[in-house]
């Protein structure tokens, strides 16, 4: 189906802003088929992805502001996140002994649990992605990572309508 027809638009003003909508309408369809695995499993992507992070850190903790950076989601709560984690024992917060402004996260023997569970079924998500290719996947990725170098430039400089038809 024509991506017009699946939203409801009835053209946009040049090909870069459609495959932006394109990019942003993917994702939702991607982002329910992970939040519906996780639910599964009593967790969101995000704690999933925070619980990842700290499994490969550990035995050595973390502090929120380095759990922020590896997050997929940049915009995530870390402190939030790490408070909701803690609360369903998957992860223990102690104070910083070196800087009593900061804490130290590492995941807990229950956190550990979940996530190899999780592990054994985690090749289930491969399968949101089984209508393209192993060389259209790889194609994919070098195309995202363009976009994503994009998006870096375009912050860091006034993008004008004639820059882009430039």
Known sequence: MILENEIGISSF????????????????????????????????????????????QFPKPVSTSFLRE?????????SRLVSRLSAKGLVTVTQNPSDKRLVNILISPD?????????????????????????????LIELLYKVRE?????????????KVNA
Do not use: C
Request: cysteine-free.
């Open 70 to 78: 590896k997050m997929l989601d940049k915009m995530s709560d870390a």
């Open 111 to 139: 956190g550990q649990q979940i996530i190899n569970t999780i592990d054994d079924d985690v090749h289930q998500l491969d399968g949101l992605m089984n209508g393209l290719s192993e060389e259209e996947a790889v194609k």
């Open 13 to 56: 003003r040049n090909e870069w802003q459609k495959a932006s909508v394109s990019i942003l309408y993917t994702y939702g369809y991607l982002n329910n088929g992970y939040e519906n695995f996780f639910k599964k499993h009593n967790l969101t992507t995000q704690q999933y992805n925070a619980l990842r992070i700290l499994r490969d």
């Open 150 to 162: 994009s998006i870096k430039s375009a912050n860091e400089e006034k993008i004008t309508p004639e």
